[in-house]
């Protein structure tokens, strides 16, 4: 077999067989199949794309190129969330401790963000301590013994999907349905979860922008999922806002610990009441939506949630007094209110460009290597049609530098819309799709 007659086969519109598509992963892992072949392959592959076998055989192979996770000492149903990832997305450090206070396993490999804000194990590193550099046998045990555990994904997980990304990245070939999907559920396929439930965002501040390609990634990924054997259902949500009022690690955290105290922004609350109610009835521990609904309200009103917050940073090595003292997470040194310049309505908010507001005052990554200040970032207190009068705050900014804190104010008023006419708030949650 050679990588030249599968470049040809692809260029041509025909189909890779499961066999040949083995073969071109695993050559590509180990060196033998070199970078400007594989470029190749994605181009011929981004222009006639791939069929629903050939996309599960390159998600399945790159599963299994490194460590595939085994679950099966952790009792119960294991069920995974995931999230094509938003500004203000802080949903994984309230929604996992809401179903794990209801005994659904949480098992979650999670990894450090690079763009506005961190990923989830940077904003948990908000809690002086914490870790997530726990072995594979630390992390099944403290699942069985305390329902909860989020470890670094490690080097050896779909380790084909880094090394074909990368590629990708630098090679124009990034947009394919297919490879996105096959990329993000190798990884999911790999943590070993027996059902994934997936938060597909759309909007300005999401990965896919268009209603239709976030619904289309949605049906592709759950038909991965389900041809893998795994039960998979997606949520397609908007993202053409902030999800909640908090942009920024620490920030975020505490809009999350304010969640699981009850008083989180509707928004919010809505997307984790709506995954997690998938999530219970994936891990038969509801028969109907409202039953789940039910419990996932009542473990905030009795407190259990926020315990099992408390007892999973413990675990790994935070101070699980910071999750009942918030005021006591990493604060910046100047904070100043960003006033409206005008009366009216948000007609609009260019949801990324506050996602790069955060990122000038510091508080995500432009390199691998950038550090993140933790403290920064900002509050909205106006969202899209909410009513607004000059010299009102449209948000709190949290900064440690000053220029930085100019920079990001300039920005953001840009990105807001406001005019005289009145605007419909837009729905959350766009749709559903299962297999």
Not at 54 to 68: F, V
Not at 152 to 167: E, F, I, N, R, V
Not at 393 to 400: F, G, H, Q, S
Request: proline content about 3%.
């Amino acid at each position: 077999m050679r990588m030249y007659d599968l470049i040809m086969k692809k260029r041509n519109g025909g189909a890779l067989t499961e066999e040949e598509i083995r073969y071109m992963i695993n050559g590509f892992t180990i060196g033998e199949i070199p970078d400007y072949q594989m470029s190749a392959m994605m181009m011929a592959i981004y222009f006639q794309g791939m069929n629903e076998s050939e996309t599960l055989a390159l998600t399945m192979e790159m599963a299994k190129s490194g460590d595939m996770l085994d679950l099966s000492d952790i009792k119960g149903i294991k069920v995974d969330k995931h999230s094509t990832g938003g500004v203000g997305d802080k949903t994984s450090l309230a929604l996992t401790p809401m179903v794990a206070a209801l005994g659904v396993p949480v098992a979650k490999m999670s990894g450090r963000g690079l763009g506005h804000t961190g990923g989830t194990i940077d904003k948990l590193e908000s809690f002086a301590g914490f870790s997530t550099g726990i072995s594979e046998r630390q992390f099944r045990d403290q699942v069985n013994r305390i329902g909860i555990a989020i470890m670094g994904q490690t080097a050896d997980l779909a380790p084909a999907d880094k090394k074909l990304y990368a590629l990708r990245d630098v090679t124009a070939t990034v947009d394919n349905m297919s490879l996105i999907a096959s990329s993000i559920m190798s990884k999911k396929l790999a943590a070993g979860a027996d059902a994934i439930v997936l938060d597909v965002k759309t909007g300005s501040g999401a990965f896919m922008k268009k209603e239709e390609d976030s619904f289309a990634l949605a049906r592709e990924m759950v038909k991965l999922g389900t041809n893998a054997g795994r039960k998979t259902i997606a949520v397609v949500s908007d993202m053409d806002q902030p999800l909640g009022y908090a942009i920024g690690n620490a920030l975020e955290v505490k809009e999350a610990i304010d969640t699981l105290n009850g008083r989180g922004p509707t928004d919010f609350v809505e997307l984790c009441i709506t995954l997690g109610s998938y999530m219970v009835q994936a891990a038969g521990k509801a028969s109907s939506d409202e039953e789940a609904r039910a419990m996932l309200a009542k473990c905030i009103d009795d407190g259990s949630a926020l315990a099992k917050l408390a007892d999973f940073i413990e675990a790994q090595g935070g101070d699980r007094e910071l999750v009942y003292h918030p005021e006591r997470l990493p604060q910046a040194s100047i904070v100043e209110e960003i006033i409206s310049p005008c009366d009216g309505y948000v007609q609009k908010i260019v949801c990324d460009e506050i996602g790069i507001c955060s990122l000038i005052l510091g508080g995500g990554r432009e390199t691998k290597d950038s550090k993140i200040d933790l403290s920064v970032g900002l509050i909205l207190h106006k969202k899209v049609g909410d009513a607004v009068k000059t010299g009102e705050p449209l948000a709190v900014i949290y900064a440690n530098e000053y220029d930085k804190l100019e920079a990001a104010k300039a920005r953001f008023l840009k990105a807001y819309t406001i005019n005289s006419a009145a605007v419909a708030k837009k729905p959350l949650i766009k749709g559903i799709v299962n297999a």
